[in-house]
């Protein structure tokens, strides 16, 4: 399955009136930029312009690279849940898992996502993965508030949608716990 056609399935929040360039377009844009290290709205924009003739070429692109505004308007009003859920189902059919693959899970914050910080209400959101070391890839990902949900609780559920058995899991000694129910 390739990563367009799973992207095709993201509901695009911009009006119908007036789209240049399909939601699927703009993903496999910013996608290559960030796997190229052009991270943020104006970066993706240099990127994809300086590399306009293949974008084009490759994504049918029949009005050019779109602006940076563009991109910030996709990204900033996107379905978050709805972009996940089309990643895994890109890396559920790339990423061809088999008893004795070697998995690591672990959770990481984002950045600029502190929020009520000093106080006892703090909270942030983060993203958790499980990276196979056998291929290289990324098998799952899935992100969190950290005041509704623990990295642990997270880990537990990302590691039962697999559908394999025999995998080798290696996690941070913080996913050890006995009882993970007073860990947020």
Not at 39 to 53: A, I, N, Q, T
Not at 72 to 78: A, C, P, Y
Not at 84 to 103: C, E, H, P, R
Not at 127 to 146: N, P
Request: glycine share 6%; aromatic share 8%.
């Amino acid at each position: 399955m390739s990563l367009l056609s799973c992207l095709s399935v993201i509901n695009d929040p911009r009006r119908k009136q007036g789209c240049r360039t399909s939601i699927e377009q703009i993903f496999c844009m910013v996608t290559l930029s960030y796997v190229c290290g052009y991270l943020g709205y104006r970066p993706v924009h240099k990127f994809c312009e300086s590399h306009s003739e293949l974008f084009i070429s490759v994504l049918g692109l029949k009005h050019g690279i779109p602006s940076h505004v563009t991109f910030r308007e996709v990204l900033m009003r996107i379905n978050e849940q709805e972009l996940i859920d089309a990643f895994n189902m890109w890396t559920n059919s790339y990423v061809a898992l088999k008893s004795g693959d070697a998995l690591s899970g672990d959770g990481k914050s984002l950045k600029s996502t502190v929020s009520q910080q000093p106080t006892s209400e703090q909270d942030f959101q983060s993203v958790v993965s499980l990276f196979c070391q056998t291929t290289g890839l990324i098998a799952k990902i899935a992100t969190y508030r950290h005041k509704k949900v623990s990295e642990i609780q997270m880990l537990k559920e990302l590691i039962e949608t697999l559908a394999v058995n025999g995998l080798i899991i290696r996690m941070d000694a913080l996913h050890t716990q006995k009882n993970d129910t007073n860990h947020h």
